[in-house]
């Protein structure tokens, strides 16, 4: 598996970096690290400019945009490539032998939109040395497999549940809300309101995510889930909810909705249109939904926190089923099942640990 846990130190992409860890945790896995060689940025630079230019773009297959090389030195079952999206492909040139002594070639892409395959024409093209391409967002699936003729999958997002679970010991919830990334505006100057003449506890990001780059990715993660599993409310709204241009009207499910369900928080915003939401989060109150753009915040907190009962047993059922359904171990298992790989014990290992922890939120309604 080659990781870019060495070149992209933003928030966003701890998640990957996460996934990767527990594939390394369940399987028998060599990790490649690629980070930035000579004339990083220059390189990379040029590289991506020739995509752009007719006659010149194809030399981008085989440039190297400035990572350190790495080769693999035998021959492998699997090869693994989680990325953020399509443009990612370009550090391949940095990997020697990734293509031939690998029988199953696997790229998981964790945020691509159907509408974005205009622009990336080119780095589409580069899944082509894949056997199977697994994307998080159910709505660009077809699209791509159209367009590149290899076969691609929905494989949801999911988290580290056992990071974020508050069992066996819940701590107690003494955040009111958490909000954490890109948040709808009108919700967030009420919960500042709030904040300030009622002493609502309110955690959001006062730092723009491009900027927010962690330097440790575990650490990173240790901090959301802390944060996540002592809040009683944790804010949700579709993937991009302040960039609807980006989406192209497409409709998904953002990593925040595993988080918020893995820490046993309750869920408010705003649930996705598509029907991937509809079946991965098909229990009652999964989302507690507020207007579009949540300026009904504050009525639908004062419900909720008079009834004290209901708090409980939603945070209890997030937490139950993200133990069942939405830990990174599932998706792993999935995505060896498809490709027609045999799991290994310790994946079987985590999948009882997580039982273990489900039947203890169940215990507890």
């Known amino acids: 598996m080659v990781s870019l846990r060495g070149l992209n130190h933003q928030a966003a992409w701890c998640s ?19 980070g930035r060689g000579w004339a990083n940025s220059l390189r990379e630079w040029t590289v991506k400019r020739l995509i752009w230019r007719p006659g010149l773009h194809q030399l981008a297959h085989r440039l190297n945009p400035g990572v350190n090389s790495v080769a693999l030195e035998k021959d492998y079952e699997a090869f693994v490539f989680i990325c953020m999206n399509p443009s990612d492909l370009l550090y391949l040139n940095g990997v020697a032998g990734w293509k031939e002594r690998c029988k199953v070639k696997i790229c998981f892409i964790a945020e691509f939109y159907a509408g974005w395959l205009e622009e990336y024409r080119f780095h ?3 899944l082509e040395h894949f056997d199977h391409v ?6 660009t699936v077809q699209t791509v497999e159209d367009f590149v003729g290899r076969p691609c999958h929905h494989v949801p997002l999911a988290a580290d549940v056992l990071r974020f679970t508050p069992y066996p010991d819940p701590p107690l919830r003494s955040i009111d809300v958490y909000s954490m990334g890109r948040r709808a505006d009108a919700m967030h100057q009420i919960l500042l309101g709030m904040a300030q003449r009622e002493g609502l506890f309110y955690i959001y990001d006062t730092i723009p995510g491009l900027l927010i780059q962690p330097r440790d990715h575990r650490a990173h993660r240790d901090l959301v889930a802390n944060v996540a599993k002592r809040s009683r409310y944790f804010v949700t709204f ?21 988080e918020g369900a893995a820490a046993g928080s309750v869920m408010i915003g705003r649930s996705p249109s598509s029907p991937a939401f509809c079946e991965l989060f098909d229990w009652p ?23 004290p009962e209901r708090l409980q047993e939603i945070s209890r059922r997030n937490a139950h089923q993200a133990l069942i359904r939405h830990d990174w171990a599932h998706r792993w298992k999935q995505i060896l099942d498809i490709v027609r790989l045999q799991p290994l014990p310790a994946l079987e290992m985590r999948e009882r640990h997580l039982t273990q922890l489900a039947k203890l939120a169940k215990q507890q309604d």
């Open 285 to 307: 109150d999964a989302v507690v939904e507020t207007q579009p753009d949540g300026s009904d915040v504050a009525k639908v907190l004062s419900k909720f926190d008079a009834e």
């Open 124 to 126: 589409l093209r580069l």
């Open 16 to 34: 990957n970096y996460e996934f990767e860890d527990v594939i390394c945790a369940v399987d028998d896995v060599d990790l490649l690290t690629l």
């Open 238 to 258: 579709p993937a991009k909810v302040d960039c609807a241009d980006e989406t192209r009207g497409q409709s998904e499910v953002g990593a925040r909705f595993f």
């Open 134 to 139: 697994f994307f998080c967002f159910s709505g």
